[in-house]
């Protein structure tokens, strides 16, 4: 899809057609997207994702572009306001910028409505957080724990270490010392035999313990964890971009990292 601006070549005005591709344009309609350089960001992370062969992998991609809840809740890769189309819906205690949104610690996490147990593999699967701020707490940025049984949750607790849990902890956790919070983190899952944690371009952690079982049943949250049915250890990191979807491979997640740090880039919020 294309739209019309003007450029000026020896005193003349001119129109110049920008081109932009179907499924970001239908994103920019449902979020009320108008900045050209949004726009030129998101449609740039579109293009990346297809060509790195990521696009298809997802099933739930959150920019976080706009600066409101209402420009923040959409599903990039499918636009609609429905809960089927894994649009998010906020609690009260989330405030929302032009460089991304963060709960309060108390209250504030976003539904995705996107329930693992039927929408994902249990043996290839992962999620992505990006964060923009500096905080030492334990906390969880996403994903769904039942009972003692941890599934999906990509957790950070500071000071201590990041985790990309699935199954039991600890025996099936990718986990890593470190105390920097600002960045993207990715857990992905291959195979029974392959969790992997990623923090921006590095794999950074590796469990190979076999674990097959099915996804706890439930939506996963976002800026928080879904615990028996209710949120807990809400995050209080800026997010500025999440997604959900199928494993991804190390070439994958690298080639991930440089289209959303490239996205963050040309928002002038990278970290």
Request: charged share 10%.
């Amino acid at each position: 899809m294309s739209s019309i601006g003007f450029g000026f070549g020896t005193g003349i005005a001119k129109a110049v057609a920008v081109s932009y591709d179907a499924d970001a344009s239908a994103f920019f309609t449902a979020a009320s997207i108008t900045d050209t350089t949004q726009k030129s960001a998101v449609n740039q992370l579109v293009l990346d994702l297809k060509s790195y062969g990521i696009w298809t992998k997802c099933s739930a991609i959150y920019p976080i572009v706009g600066g409101s809840a209402t420009s923040h809740k959409f599903n990039l890769k499918n636009p609609a306001d429905t809960d089927a189309a894994f649009r998010l819906t906020f609690a009260t205690g989330m405030t929302h910028s032009s460089t991304g949104m963060v709960s309060n610690g108390s209250s504030g996490y976003a539904n995705t409505y996107l329930n693992g147990n039927t929408v994902l593999s249990a043996t290839s699967n992962h999620m992505s957080f990006y964060s923009g701020t500096q905080v030492s707490a334990v906390q969880y940025e996403m994903g769904i724990l039942i009972t003692s049984q941890y599934s999906l949750t990509l957790f950070e607790s500071g000071t201590v270490k990041k985790s990309f849990i699935q199954g039991s902890y600890p025996t099936n956790t990718a986990t890593v010392n470190d105390s920097n919070t600002k960045g993207f983190q990715i857990g992905s899952k291959t195979s029974a035999t392959s969790l992997k944690l990623y923090w921006n371009n590095s794999n950074v952690a590796t469990n190979t313990a076999s674990y097959s079982s099915a996804i706890q049943s439930g939506n996963l949250f976002l800026c928080s964890v879904n615990y028996n049915s209710g949120p807990t250890a809400y995050s209080t990191k800026e997010c500025r971009f999440a997604s959900i979807g199928s494993g991804l491979t190390d070439t994958e997640a690298a080639n991930f990292y440089t289209a959303v740090q490239a996205y963050q880039t040309t928002l002038n919020r990278q970290v």
